[in-house]
């Protein structure tokens, strides 16, 4: 049996370097994950996985720092240095956020730029974390043996991983050969955890949908990412009968701040289960719990960013837009108003397993809302799907996001020889 942590976007920030005053509030309020707090947060995480006797590796697939600043590698390497010296294999890749990416603190009214690392540098500073114990590596991946017929295969931050495809496949191959099992992590999910991020190009890597073919056809069952900071898990299939799932886990550091535990039995079924990065930490929080203040950050942010609507949109009741429309709505949707509506929707999607399946009166009541302006969605679908095909058949697009179809996010068993994704009832 093979059990390992999973925890990723750590983003810590060294809080000397400015975390404070009107310039640090005003961006926090775009943001779901806590910057300030991270030390806190951090070290009450790794206290409990460190208490864990039982799960003695922690794979960590990026984003270590706020925006890659020398100072927070410095902490976090610091820290992975103590889980180590607690007996724990730690193993990481980069993220986006970790090197050559624009860093910045905050005094005051002002926000200001601040020294980063390269990419160039970032290898050196991690060397320790899976590059030197691997058995096999080129410039972006490495291959680690996790334990005894396991390996990990660790892929670096690219947008585009093409160039490093031919390595990636080989190592596939070659643990084929070897009669091993062979699992990855890398920072960008190649799926995307929900149809609506097919739309940012940074939600995925470049290509993803080809990548996870190739992939799903050579043999990786399977990919550990973050980035989007959200839990899901993500399959495809291909016409060969292979198959691929991407396993994204929230921040460490913002909702939905959860650790994935995983075990793999000798058949090759591996267990996931999904919990609080922590069940407290040393913060003034307000009054609230680890896990209301995490979910006050996420609506806050989400709020703030609805609140671009108009103000008599966003505060209209679900009631109101019913009887404009001539229906009623189900007397438990009739108060709540459309900014609040709207949040728990998103909010749905990032921490999983939350779906407004068909039959709920959320998704009756928003699929007559769309037949009701059927015209105006017409009108939008004929605008917007020359830009991208998913907004061809709108109330299909949005009957997906809010979870027609029931996905298994947090807790699952999935049989790494046939890709079969099952419940598992905690
Ligand atoms: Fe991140
Ligand atoms: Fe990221």
Redesign the pocket.
């Known amino acids: 049996m093979h059990s390992f942590y999973v925890m ?2 750590l ?1 810590y920030f060294e809080h000397s370097l400015g975390a404070a005053g009107e310039a640090y509030e005003a961006r926090s309020l775009t943001d779901q ?1 806590c910057i300030a707090e991270t030390g806190a947060i951090l070290d009450a995480a790794f206290a409990r996985i460190a208490q864990d006797s039982d799960t003695n590796i922690v794979i960590i697939p ?2 270590h720092t706020f925006n890659g600043e020398p100072e927070s590698h410095a902490a976090v390497i610091a820290k992975l240095n103590a889980l180590r010296a607690l007996g724990k294999q730690v193993y990481v890749v980069s ?3 970790d090197g050559d990416h624009e860093a910045y603190a905050f005094r005051d009214a002002e926000q200001f730029t601040i020294p980063n690392v390269t990419r160039e540098e970032l290898k050196a500073l991690y060397h320790d974390f899976g590059p030197a114990q691997a058995i096999a590596q080129d410039e972006l991946c490495y291959v680690v043996q996790l334990g005894e017929g396991l390996r990990l295969l660790g892929v670096n931050y690219a947008h585009d991983i093409a160039p490093h495809l031919p390595f990636i496949l080989e190592q596939v191959a070659a643990a084929k050969r070897d009669g091993q099992r062979i699992i990855g992590m890398m ?1 960008v999910p190649v799926l995307p955890g929900s149809p609506i991020l097919t739309l940012p190009s940074d939600a995925t890597i470049k290509g993803g949908a080809q990548v996870a073919a190739q992939l799903a056809d050579a043999g990786l069952p399977l990919l550990f990412t ?4 959200m839990q899901s898990v993500t399959k495809t299939t291909t016409p060969q009968g292979g198959f691929f799932i991407d396993i994204c886990t929230g ?1 460490v550091v ?1 909702g939905p701040a959860m650790v994935r535990k995983c075990a793999i039995d000798a058949a090759g079924r591996m267990t996931i289960t999904s919990a609080p990065s922590v069940t407290d930490f040393d913060w003034d929080k307000n009054g609230m719990t680890a896990e209301e203040y995490f979910i006050w950050r996420f609506e806050r942010k989400i709020k703030h960013e609805l609140r671009k609507m108009p103000r008599v949109v966003q505060n209209m009741k679900l009631g109101t837009i019913a009887t404009l429309l001539c229906f009623r709505a189900p007397k438990s949707l009739r108060k709540r108003r459309l900014i609040d509506a709207c949040a728990d929707i998103v909010r749905r999607v990032f921490y999983g397993d939350q779906s407004y399946t068909s039959e709920t009166p959320e998704h009756i009541f928003l699929m007559k809302v769309l037949r009701r302006c059927r015209l105006l969605v017409r009108i939008a679908q004929k605008k917007l799907a020359p830009k991208n095909a998913i907004f061809a058949d709108l109330p299909a697009l949005v009957s997906a996001l809010l979870g027609k179809d029931v996905k298994i996010d947090n807790h699952c068993v999935i049989d790494l020889n046939t890709g079969e994704i099952a419940p598992l009832e905690l």
């Open positions: 990723t976007d983003h994950k990026g984003d993220g986006n956020h920072h973050g980035h989007m900071h921040s913002g």
